[in-house]
């Protein structure tokens, strides 16, 4: 079991650029979530995808968007970059169905905006 | 306060007891996690607790629950070198079936020889 894989693992890009980021989830999950890590702080979670939809979204704005495809792996899209989206991106993967929701953690793609 | 608590730093002896605090936000909350992050990697779950409990352990850690002042803490016995790292204490609350985590900033856990 290759466990939450992400890709790539580091970009750089340049203000007012997008960037595509992805994530295919461990095996037998079928939700997954993207969290923003900041330099020094905690997670702050982005928004979290079930069935191909957005289900829950946290304090971010719209040009964070994101797309779940029929094999359950994710993408996270950032439009119009600012300094401050650069970060690591987790992506977690969890079953719908769980006793005490362990999210399971990829290594993250870690984004440079210049 | 709105935010997951921590504090930013803690410095032990190898060998000794670490106790990682935190406070959180919501006295609603369902489950409350501990999670692991080594450099340049992801996040690793430790433990939870379920927020009707008060205590649990597992092997070298004891999770306690105070729900009356919102406080959770990690205890990690007879720690080692390996257990440097930072540790994130979390917390969900289910709404509508989806189940985003509200993250502290995260304790950097020193060890000393």
């Known amino acids: 079991d290759a466990g939450v894989t992400q890709s790539p693992t580091h970009l750089i890009k340049t203000r007012g650029q997008q960037v595509t980021l992805r994530c295919s989830p461990k095996s037998g999950h079928d939700t997954v979530s993207w969290y923003q890590q900041a330099l020094g702080q905690g997670p702050q979670f982005i928004f979290q995808?079930?069935?191909?939809?957005?289900?829950q979204r946290g304090n971010f704005p719209d040009r964070f968007s994101g797309h779940q495809f029929p094999n359950y792996s994710s993408e996270l899209n950032v439009n119009a970059l600012l300094l401050g989206d650069s970060a690591l991106y987790l992506c977690a993967s969890s079953p719908e169905l769980r006793a005490y929701n362990e999210q399971f953690f990829g290594p993250g793609t870690r984004l440079t905006v210049l | 306060g709105e935010d997951v608590e921590q504090s930013l730093f803690l410095s032990v002896r190898e060998g000794d007891s670490s106790v990682i605090n935190c406070t959180y936000t919501?006295?609603?909350?369902?489950?409350l996690y501990w999670y692991k992050q080594e450099p340049g990697a992801g996040l690793q779950l430790l433990t939870y607790?379920?927020?009707?409990?008060d205590m649990k352990q597992d092997q070298r850690l004891t999770v306690l629950l105070n729900k009356k002042d919102k406080h959770l803490s990690l205890r990690i016995a007879d720690t080692q070198t390996g257990d440097s790292a930072i540790y994130f204490c979390?917390?969900?609350?289910?709404?509508?079936?989806?189940?985003?985590?509200?993250f502290g900033k995260g304790t950097h856990l020193i060890i000393q020889p």
């Open positions: 607790i379920f927020s009707n409990m």
């Open positions: 995808y079930y069935e191909e939809e957005e289900r």
């Open positions: 919501d006295s609603s909350s369902t489950y």
């Open positions: 979390a917390e969900i609350l289910f709404e509508g079936g989806a189940d985003g985590l509200t």
